[in-house]
């Protein structure tokens, strides 16, 4: 490794400092939502559990506490109670479109670079060939191999490293959005969920004992 950041030419550091970015962000965006993938049936029910025993000030505290965007649509709907089943299912609807953004943040960046560290390599080969011809041309008519190997080294390794960084952003890329949609369904779920309880919790609350 050491010999290629050496040999390879400025477009090696260029391809390194993509590859660390797409690495921070990846385990950053990782972390944030593998932290946001809640047990989303088993939170639900303890809210019900709670605004059973006529409590929302609890139940809106537990949402704050949670993680994820479960957790948030359950504070949108638990803080929107005493209005209309309309108006609450507008605000489970709000805090979810809100949530979307904040789920996909970065991912834009892994796409981006899993599509230019490629053309990035590609410059390097097309700088390292002509190191060669200029190699080749200052050496001629005895050109010896020990003239072209440095611009080859270069063109080589920069098409190597792109292309494997291309690779991982892309794999990266990939996993991440497969999580982002996992949440998504729970969060339709969870949202149809609550819209159900909520319907019957306010019968049940407007039904005199």
Known sequence: MLNLMGNGGPV???????????????????????RAQIAADDFLKGVYNILNR???VEAAAICEEAPGPV????????????????????????AGLEEIPRME????????LARITPLIGLLGT?????????????AAPLVQSADLTGGLWN??????LSLVIAILAYAGYNLL???????LLDME???SALQNFMRQWKRNRETPA
């Open 12 to 34: 090696i550091w260029i391809l390194l400092a993509c590859g660390l970015f797409a690495a921070l962000v990846f385990f950053e965006r990782l972390f944030n939502l593998h």
């Open 54 to 56: 006529d409590n929302p």
């Open 71 to 94: 957790a948030r649509l359950a504070l949108a709907a638990v803080l929107h109670h005493d209005d209309t089943l309309e108006s609450i299912g507008r605000a489970i609807e709000d």
């Open 105 to 112: 943040r970065g991912l834009g960046w892994l796409a981006t």
């Open 126 to 138: 097309v700088l390292g060939m002509m190191d060669v011809l200029l190699a080749a041309h200052r």
């Open 155 to 160: 063109a080589l390794s920069a098409t190597a």
């Open 177 to 183: 959005v497969s999580r982002v949609e996992s949440i």
């Open 189 to 191: 779920r969870s949202a």
